[in-house]
């Protein structure tokens, strides 16, 4: 769809005397290249952006507020809906802050099932990034590569719990079904295929000059803005600060993997490129570990009552999505619905930065700039 333009009346002399016009450009919501409904408002002088407005809400729906009137259980499948690429990590949150508030205990199966549910939505996020990032800047083949892979976690997911996209796997006090059999089996076996297939992406991409000279050293910012900004994730770690909640906050059975925490200090897009790719292998090395260990028998829900009423008080907890940090907010009043619910989104807060790194860009890295900072519309409307 042709972008709509509008002329501003304002004209003004360039060093050689020429008249130019700024004019505004409305980039989506109905846009392949804004990831979602999400419209921007761009004035430009020639081809340099001189001003950026981002416009959301298009995708809201009031998911906190809903969940007022919904008991624990039923919340869940609203979180698919937030970040729907990575939908196994929002349904952990919520379950998470519960379990924390009520002082449930999760069986070891559950908790390992947990970690390989959601390690494997990293990946398959990252993939869906990397194949439509590619695409945004004109390159039609990893976008084949990335969702041929991707639809072999999707696979995995649909036997695991019945769906492709919005699981309602993550239950409070565990897991709402077991494995079946030899899909743990299935899942080592991807690891090794997905492992090798990570270095023709590279192969392919990586190492390419176009694709080089296309990223480096634009969309660029540093640790200090990083942190006023309220980032994290890649996000953040682009800048060279060491976070990530599975390293630094650990949940979950986190603590029991060895995975590095990969960082650059260029800041620009092509280190939030290399993050990403970087994160997928170290996802690969989780499961891996997880598969090796993954316990022979065991529960795989806890000691939970039938009607789940946390105790009077307030939580907050945390966790690492492929976005950066997501946090669940529950105030509760001892009944069996929250009496507030709040969740602390990363692309909402990572999105917040997009107006300062286009000031002054070429409006031909605009696209670029956007898909680097990887958002789920879902997520940052709610």
């Known amino acids: 769809m042709s972008p709509e333009l509008t002329t501003v009346h304002s004209e003004k002399s360039t060093e050689t005397g020429l008249r130019t016009e700024e004019m505004l450009l409305n980039v989506g919501?109905?846009?392949?290249?804004?990831?979602?409904?999400?419209?921007?408002?761009?004035?430009?002088?020639?081809?340099?952006?001189?001003?950026?407005?981002?416009?959301?809400?298009?995708?809201?729906?009031?998911?906190e507020k809903l969940a007022e009137n919904l008991n624990y259980t039923q919340i869940i499948p609203y979180t698919d809906r937030m970040d729907y690429l990575s939908?196994?990590?929002?349904?952990?949150?919520?379950?998470?802050a519960v379990e924390t508030m009520m002082g449930i205990e999760v069986p070891e199966r559950a908790e390992f099932l947990r970690v390989i549910a959601m390690e494997l939505n990293r990946i398959a996020s990252h993939l869906v990034w990397w194949g439509t990032y590619l695409l945004d800047i004109g390159a039609m083949s990893p976008f084949l590569f990335a969702f041929r892979d991707r639809e072999t976690i999707l696979d995995l997911f649909n036997e695991l719990c019945g769906a492709r996209l919005t699981y309602n796997y993550m239950r409070i006090g565990g897991v709402k079904w077991d494995a079946p059999p030899g899909w743990i089996d299935k899942v080592g076996e991807f690891v090794q295929y997905m492992k090798k297939e990570v270095g023709n992406y590279h192969a392919l991409v990586s190492g390419n000059e176009i694709f080089l000279n296309r990223l480096k050293g634009i969309g660029k910012f540093d640790a200090k803005t990083a942190l006023d900004y309220s980032m994290s994730g890649v996000m953040l770690r682009s800048t060279g600060i060491k976070w990530d909640l599975r390293k630094d906050e650990p949940y979950s059975i986190y603590n029991r993997f060895e995975f590095d925490v990969p960082t650059s200090t260029e800041g620009d897009c092509l280190a939030r490129y290399q993050l990403r790719m970087a994160e997928i292998e170290q996802s690969l090395r989780i499961v891996e570990q997880a598969v090796a260990q993954f316990p022979e028998g065991g529960e795989i829900m806890g000691k939970v009552p039938k009607v789940i009423r946390p105790p009077v008080g307030e939580t907050f907890v945390r966790i690492e999505s492929p976005r950066g940090e997501i946090g669940c907010y529950i105030a509760s009043q001892g009944k069996d619905k929250p009496w507030r619910l709040k969740f602390r989104r990363p692309s909402f807060n990572n999105l917040q930065v997009l107006p300062k790194l286009l000031e002054g860009e070429n409006i031909a890295n605009m696209v670029a700039i956007l898909g680097s900072i990887d958002i789920v519309l879902g997520e940052v409307d709610a």
């Open 29 to 63: 919501p109905q846009h392949p290249s804004t990831h979602g409904v999400f419209r921007l408002i761009v004035k430009i002088d020639g081809e340099t952006i001189k001003e950026s407005t981002p416009v959301i809400g298009y995708l809201h729906r009031g998911t």
């Open 87 to 96: 939908a196994m990590t929002n349904n952990y949150v919520i379950c998470h």
